[in-house]
């Protein structure tokens, strides 16, 4: 018994359905003559109930002897009470509409029997492992112990998790092994170019004019190096920082980004456009990450337009969405896929150079703002439009998990 069972629940999905199909169609022809005989036997005892009181007419022999069974010489309707009516035509009638009834459930029953026996475990399993992917929760496993075709569908799609699994740990590994680099390399530069910085001090000293500006554009590439030492270790601190979210009134953190973005675009004469629209009064958010975003897209924006700088803040999406424009000149085609990864840099006539060319960031600062947005749970879109660009960032009230 148990081998037939093993047998049937590793059967292929098209063998069981053909199964579950004769067996609930043997099933439907069996209540039809269940029922014709049941209905038949109602009849029977219809009739039963009421004696045959119409003449009857026999054979007889030349001796008086009858010769076999009365019988009618002409049709003669049995007279029934109109309640024995109703209920013979309702017996005669039963088969007819009970034969398609039974012919719908039992084909209804086969398609939920093969749904419940051989998809709805499956299918449940592949649902929740998809949400936790999705979720990008990978430490679980796909087991489903049959042999049939979801057997195999679930087995490939636990393949295709381990798979996941051990590329992102080999991301993880890689990321790990980058910031560990990145550190060493950032600790490493600090002493010689303190050694660096005390020479040329004393070289600033020297009463030579050639020797002095050598001096002084040694300060100058001192000075840069420092900068991108300095930037390497903020971003070793950025990308371990956890956001730490509370409620804030939303008018309080547009009114401050309204003030500082004013101060900043009338300190490079940039005109100011404010912009928003928000339903709620409050927004779950880490306000430090939200204003080192917005400072970095609006200082990369006023270096590079022309005459103005527009700011949009707006809910979407279960949270805040803050898209800095300007009408400069543009990200070139290679920086719109570029611009937002750490240390690139490019400058092109008439066009827009990211943010590594001005000397301040080496290179980081749109990378940073995409890591905070990730911290965040959202992101950072870079586009262009018909006179400048467009650098949207999202950050969402649901956290990832860390």
Excluded at 159 to 173: D, G, H, P, S
Excluded at 185 to 207: K, M, Q, S, Y
Excluded at 278 to 292: E, K, P, V, W
């Amino acid at each position: 018994m148990e081998k037939l069972k093993r047998t049937f629940q590793n059967m292929s999905l098209r063998k069981s359905l053909a199964c579950y199909i004769i067996l609930f169609a043997l099933l439907a022809a069996l209540l039809v003559m269940l029922t014709e005989n049941l209905c038949q036997r109602g009849i029977d005892a219809v009739y039963a109930r009421y004696p045959d009181e119409r003449e009857r007419y026999y054979l007889v022999d030349e001796n008086g002897q009858r010769l076999g069974e009365s019988t009618y010489v002409y049709k003669q309707e049995m007279e029934l009470p109109q309640e024995a009516k109703r209920a013979l035509g309702l017996l005669e009638l039963l088969p007819a509409v009970l034969t398609p009834v039974y012919a719908a459930a039992c084909t209804l029953a086969a398609a939920l029997f093969f749904y419940r026996r051989k998809l709805k475990r499956p299918l449940a399993l592949l649902t929740e492992a998809s949400g936790k992917i999705a979720e990008n929760n990978l430490d679980f496993s796909v087991e489903y112990d049959r042999a049939d075709e979801m057997g195999a569908l679930c087995g490939a799609f636990e393949q295709m998790r381990a798979a996941l699994e051990e590329n992102q740990k080999e991301m993880w590994r890689a990321v790990e092994e980058r910031k560990r680099l990145n550190a060493a390399f950032a600790h490493d530069l600090r002493t010689p170019l303190t050694v660096l910085r005390g020479c040329n001090e004393i070289l600033l000293l020297a009463e030579d004019g050639q020797e002095r500006r050598t001096a002084e554009m040694m300060q100058k590439h001192i000075q840069r190096l420092e900068g991108y030492v300095a930037g390497m270790s903020s971003l070793q601190r950025l990308e371990d920082r956890a956001p730490i979210c509370a409620e804030l009134p939303l008018a309080d953190l547009l009114g401050t980004l309204k003030d500082s973005a004013g101060v900043l675009c009338a300190q490079y004469q940039k005109e100011f456009q404010f912009a928003y629209q928000t339903a709620s009064a409050r927004l779950s958010m880490d306000a430090d990450i939200f204003q080192q975003v917005s400072e970095n897209l609006l200082s990369n924006a006023v270096r590079y337009a022309k005459t103005s700088v527009s700011v949009t803040v707006r809910e979407a999406d279960g949270g805040l969405l803050l898209t800095v424009a300007d009408d400069g000149g543009g990200f070139s085609e290679k920086g719109l896929k570029n611009a937002s990864e750490p240390y690139y840099s490019e400058q092109k006539k008439g066009g827009r150079a990211s943010d590594g060319d001005s000397g301040n960031h080496f290179g980081l600062g749109l990378y940073i703002c995409k890591v905070l947005c990730r911290q965040h749970g959202g992101w950072l879109k870079i586009e262009n439009r018909d006179s400048g660009a467009n650098v949207t960032a999202f950050f969402s009230e649901k956290m990832p998990k860390r």
